[in-house]
């Protein structure tokens, strides 16, 4: 089985994930995301700079998305993140919204801003198998 040809399309068929980063004190702060993703496998989505985990991601790029859920198998990945700028944003943008296209109708707010997250671990678990991983360099 190819994994990351698996693991692209179960997540191209979610549009959400749980995205946790690092709050001030080291705590945890999680909040649902819509997303999308490359090839590659790295994630793709928007937040306001007015939100925590914006905050949060200007401190600390780490940090870790649960995918799936609903029929019991889940993606768990760790990464870190990078605001997009440019054509690099731009690049991006059209990958996210030609999944999530509803949530483009924000793309033009002046707080908006978009993050890259480029993979380090994923686990791909389920309840009738043991769960398989891949960790990139």
């Known amino acids: 089985?190819?994994?990351?040809?698996?693991?692209?399309?179960?997540?191209?068929?979610?549009?959400?994930?749980?995205?946790?980063?690092?709050?001030?004190?080291?705590?945890?702060?999680?909040?649902v995301m819509e997303f999308g993703q490359t090839q590659e496998l790295e994630l793709i989505f928007d937040t306001l700079k007015t939100t925590r985990k914006y905050a949060n991601l200007k401190k600390s790029p780490k940090i870790a998305f649960v995918i799936g859920w609903e029929e019991g198998d889940t993606v768990q990945y760790e990464g870190v993140a990078t605001e997009l700028k440019g054509a690099e944003l731009a690049t991006y943008k059209k990958i996210m919204f030609a999944k999530n296209p509803a949530f483009a109708k924000w793309e033009n707010l002046p707080s908006m801003t978009y993050f890259k997250v480029t993979p380090k671990w994923i686990r791909y678990s389920t309840m009738d198998q043991p769960p398989w991983e891949i960790t990139f360099s």
């Not at 191209?12 to 994930?17: G, I, T, Y």
């Not at 749980?18 to 999680?30: D, S, Y």
């Open 1 to 31: 089985m190819d994994k990351k040809k698996f693991l692209f399309e179960y997540m191209n068929k979610r549009n959400l994930a749980v995205l946790a980063t690092i709050g001030p004190n080291e705590t945890p702060e999680a909040a």
